[in-house]
Structures are given as C-alpha cells and as structure tokens.
C-alpha cells in the first residue's frame, strides 16, 4: 500500500488511473511507470505484431514505443485517453520500422538481383511452434492479410478495443473501421471466420516472460538514463 500525495488515504497502486500514475512519474516516482507498463504491454504488443508481423520486432517497437511516451510523459494533456495516446505512439513506431526494413529489402534485391521484391506468404516460425492447431491457422490467416485490414481485425478482434478508440488510434474516420474490419473478415474466409469467432482471444499470446522482459528492458533504459543524467550535472 502506498500513502496518496494528499495524505488523505491509502491506495493500491494497482486501483489508481493511469493520470494518477502519470502524476507520480512526472512527481519523480519513476518506478511506478512499470504500472503502465505492465497495463497495457499485451494491448501494445498485439497490435503492434499485426503491423510488423515478427515478434522480436514487436518486442522492440513496444519497449521503444514506452522510451518515447516516458520521454514526452509531461506532453501528455489529456485531449485523448492515455491509451489512446500510448496506442498511437507505438502504432507511429511500428509503421516506421515497418518501411525502414521494406526499404532496406527492395535496396538489397536489386542490388543483388535488379527484380522487384515479392510478398512472401510463407508461414512465419511461429505458425510451426503453436500448440493449438487453431490458434497456428489464425495468426498464418491474419499474417496474410494487408497491413491496413490486419491492423485494424486485430486491434477490433483480436485486442476488443471499441470501435471508437479504434478509430482515435489510427486516426481514421469509424466508417473506415468498419470498411476495413468487413474486408478483412471476407479475406479470411467464412470457414476460416468460424474458427477465428471462437479463437480470437487467443491469438499472439502474451505470455509473463515477454511481459517480464519488456518491463526489465525499459526500466532499466530509464534508470540509466537518470543516472548518466546525474553525472551530467554533477560534472
């Protein structure tokens, strides 16, 4: 239990909103940054795979995603929800590594070969280590659909967000949402949707070691920074 900055009253740290959080961060309470974290690390972490469709990029994407909204915590003004705000900086970071390594790719092929490159529709590793045959289909299905339907199936089935928040993150119209989730579900198949309706909640796991290591990863980039932050000034 922790004493509220008021003095008033005790809270659990797993019951204050993410605004009481962010207070106590900005207040110099970093260590409790790892509440966000741990929050919403599976929320980020789903969504952001459905952009870049490799885990180990995802990881990576997620825990810079949390470096940028704890860089500019004290640029967060409450115009959206924190969510939503966090959600866009990690989908920003997820599309730009996304082009950064396409471009990387079309420079290599034509160096190497002078063709242009080609959608590879070859499971990824994960589809042959999944211990659900059903949960394998799945993430193959979804792995296959555009970037633009793939996002939005997974931030509206996969990760539930409502339509609207869906529509803030991405900053697209909801009549979009609707447009793109509609066309993802007829890509995926009716019998192939069948199984997704019963699955979804499964799909891209995230699993405690995942969670444990993105937390370690970022809190342990912040605490280095504020200590090389100390020396600076003491120099």
Known sequence: MTLDPCGATELAPSIWSDQQVIDRVLAGNT????ILLRRYNQRLFR???????DDAEAEDATQQAYLSAYANLAQYVGRSSFATWLTRIAINEALSRTQRR???????????SGMKPLASRAPSPEDHV??????????AAIDRLPENYRTVFVMREVQQLNLAETSACLEITEDNVKVRLHRAKALLR???YETIEHAAGDAFLFLGARCDRIVQRVLGSITRTAVQGDKDVHT
Do not use: N, Q, S
């Not at 260590?31 to 790892?34: D, L, M, Q, W």
């Not at 969504?47 to 469709?53: D, Y």
């Open 47 to 53: 969504i952001v795979r459905a952009i870049t469709r």
């Open 130 to 139: 999944a211990t659900r045959e059903t949960r394998a289909l799945l993430e």
């Open 102 to 112: 396409v471009r990387l790719a079309e420079v290599e092929l034509e160096e190497h």
């Open 31 to 34: 260590a409790v940054f790892e």
């Open 190 to 192: 009716d019998v192939l």
